[in-house]
């Protein structure tokens, strides 16, 4: 545990680390006064694709969480330069919501949500405004052969009456239909723990990122390079670690178990 208390800059999960729906979970304020009392950083990173930062910083702010822009990462951004660097004015289908639609046209990426002549890419996010006819518009164009990009590979999305299905599902859903499969952006491919160490000024061996899904928030961190502590008050249970080839370096009960690990 020596290792953990050595940690500078700590990347969260949120849906399912810090808070479930609008619950706050106990000691997560906590938590994130002892990272500022230690004059470290903390930064959120999330694969939900369906809300703008804007929007998190809202909920957080209903939580008692003052942050601000800087203080995010999400797979939208990650995708954003994604597109940026490989699909520079070129017209991408945008499967996701509305907020998921505006942060692709904030980044300056020639979107489309109708099918038309001339579309390279289908590019889809976690969607809960999510109808037929964005599911046939995706057949039609994966059926035509345009590349194919989707924000993470989340399986579901935790709520407080269970789970919903994440993009990861319905992605699932459209390879039943085309034999497709997107390139994934987000965890656990290690862009944002990467963009986020950069922005912090922090090492890799002062980072430690925490969140509750060992193949997305966990294995983002291995392929990184930095720490990682699973929490079981999301998706996980123990019985999943035990079963998985994927190691967290730590394990804890929940955000407040790490927060009493620190101060001991």
Request: aromatic share 10%; net charge negative; glycine share 8%.
């Amino acid at each position: 545990m020596d290792n953990l208390k050595n940690k500078k800059l700590f990347l969260l999960d949120m849906d399912g680390t810090i808070y479930l729906d609008d619950m706050l979970f106990e000691g997560a304020l906590d938590f994130l006064s002892y990272v500022k009392s230690i004059n470290g950083k903390y930064m959120f990173l999330t694969n939900n694709s369906s809300k703008s930062v804007d929007k998190y910083i809202d909920i957080l702010k209903g939580l008692g969480i003052k942050a601000q822009e800087e203080d995010f990462l999400t797979s939208t951004n990650a995708t954003v330069l994604h597109l940026q660097k490989a699909y520079c004015g070129k017209k991408i289908y945008a499967f996701g919501t509305e907020s998921f639609k505006q942060q692709l046209k904030k980044g300056g990426i020639n979107i489309v949500d109708t099918l038309e002549d001339g579309i390279d890419c289908l590019v889809m996010g976690f969607d809960t405004e999510l109808t037929f006819q964005k599911l046939e518009d995706a057949c039609i164009l994966l059926n035509r052969g345009v590349d194919y990009i989707a924000t993470n590979p989340d399986w579901v999305c935790p709520t407080w009456y269970g789970y919903v299905p994440d993009c990861g599902s319905v992605s699932e859903m459209l390879y039943r239909a085309t034999k497709r499969r997107p390139v994934f952006i987000g965890k656990p491919e290690p862009t944002m723990a990467l963009l986020a160490i950069e922005k912090s000024g922090f090492s890799k061996e002062e980072t430690l990122i925490i969140g509750d899904r060992i193949y997305t928030d966990i294995a983002c961190g291995i392929n990184a390079g930095v720490s990682t502590a699973l929490v079981l008050s999301g998706e996980t249970a123990l019985n999943d670690v035990k079963e998985s080839s994927i190691k967290p370096e730590f394990v804890f009960d929940n955000i407040k178990k790490i927060y009493e690990t620190l101060i001991k």
